[in-house]
């Protein structure tokens, strides 16, 4: 069985989610129509969707390979393109590679964090190629790795796609254009292992390669013990979403958001936390408030997704200004820690920690859906649920053939 905290914006293509299964719906996203670009060439429009995670380790699963084993299955099973991880610990670049391989990612960076001691390492995989913009790890506690891929590595070629459709792949709900690109951008991490005439047919194709065509990611994995420094970190991270114009950030924020404050409320989650030290400087402010200022300083340039796809499906409420809008439209609160294997003693009650958040021009895709993933496969995978955002873009290629 299976839960989610949102509901999809396109209930008519997708659903996110249900309570029969742990896997997301895909829509039929395969869709394409033509017309004549400027030049006269003939400019083909495919709609391509696209599925993001994020994953908490939870310690690297170290000894513990079944666990491993059962992430790899639950990605493969949910047909993602990008996963961004935290807490690779015991693990290095070879490792991330050959494990991404097995769940059909030929692409993956690895990233070790500066933080001494045990190293709480993160890293990402992916269908298509990456580039490294920078590894963060100055003033952070563990860091935050800033990628990016080019949108139209997720177009391949037309005829080249449709030789896949009766093709077996190792993840059989996955749409039959999601092939591999045969060569990545200079800076691209990953093995390129796909034919020579998948790379003809992609220069041949002319693909419309602009700034606008790329999507910034951002792995994070904010300070653990210190809601001060976690200012100081966010405020980092809001600074290059504000640079940037389509950039997701994701992963484990280990922050309260202001958006769940009536959740909070209604449980008397202050006095919970009050209770402890460790759990008051990770969560509280000096007056024993919960400290909802990292949060905020995000929410300033990225929109949560969790909220905003609850939000598109109550299109009556648009107009309204958004205080308005989340005062009157609440998803159902679904927290993101803990599991049923938690261990974390700062994980001492039904929290949301796990964002996938994002600017104003995401939104030129359509977001499908945004959802924490409650079911009995995701209980055991890690001390956090994990977080899955399905989203569409209009890809345009220029067939410049005779």
């Known amino acids: 069985s299976s839960s989610s905290s949102s509901s999809s914006s396109s209930s008519s293509s997708s659903s996110s989610s ?47 390979l079944a666990r491993l084993e059962r992430i790899r299955f639950w990605i493969q099973a949910q047909a993602l393109d990008v996963v961004g991880f935290q807490e690779l610990n015991g693990w290095d670049q070879d490792r991330l590679t050959s494990w991404a391989g097995k769940w ?6 690895f990233m070790s964090c500066k933080h001494t001691g045990l190293h709480y390492d993160m890293g990402i995989s992916a269908t298509v190629p990456i580039e490294v913009v920078e590894e963060l790890v100055e003033g952070f506690w563990h860091g935050a790795l800033h990628v990016k891929i080019n949108l139209h590595h ?42 020579a005439s998948a790379s003809a047919t992609h220069q041949a194709q002319k693909p419309l390669v602009t700034d606008e065509e ?10 653990p013990h210190s809601a001060a420094q976690r200012r100081i970190e966010a405020t980092k991270i809001a600074q290059i979403a504000a640079a940037h114009d389509k950039l997701i950030a994701l992963g484990d924020f280990n922050t309260l958001s202001p958006l769940d404050d009536y959740h909070y409320k209604s ?11 460790a759990l008051r400087a990770k969560f509280l402010q000096e007056d024993l408030t919960i400290d ?40 159902p609160f679904l927290p993101s820690v803990p599991t049923p294997i938690n261990f974390d003693a700062s994980h001492a009650a039904p929290m949301r920690l796990d964002y996938v958040m994002a ?44």
């Open 18 to 64: 249900s309570s029969s299964s742990s896997t997301v719906n895909l829509p039929i996203d395969d869709l394409e129509h033509a017309e004549p670009s400027k030049n006269g060439d003939q400019s083909v429009h495919r709609i391509k969707t696209f599925r993001l995670a994020s994953i908490n380790m939870m310690d690297g699963c170290e000894g513990d």
């Open 214 to 223: 790329y999507l910034h990611l951002i792995v994070v994995h904010l300070h």
């Open 292 to 331: 909802y200022t990292p949060m905020m300083t995000l929410l300033h340039v990225l929109n949560d997704l969790d909220y905003f796809d609850y939000l598109q499906s109550h299109r009556s409420m648009q107009n309204a200004p958004m205080s308005e809008m989340f005062r009157e439209a609440r998803p």
């Open 359 to 402: 600017t104003e021009t995401v939104f030129e895709y359509e977001v499908l859906s945004c959802t924490i993933i409650h079911s009995e496969e995701t209980h055991t995978l890690s001390d956090h649920y994990p977080i899955v955002a399905v989203l569409r873009a209009n890809l345009s290629v220029v067939d410049a053939s005779p």
């Open 267 to 277: 449980v008397n989650l202050t006095r919970a936390l009050q209770k402890k030290p």
């Open 154 to 195: 997720f177009q391949d070629d037309l005829a080249e796609a449709d030789k896949q459709t009766t093709s077996t792949s190792a993840t059989p709900s996955k749409l039959s254009d999601d092939v591999i690109s045969a060569s990545g951008p200079s800076g691209s991490y990953g093995s390129s292992g796909s034919s």
């Open 104 to 109: 059909g990612h030929p692409y993956s960076k």
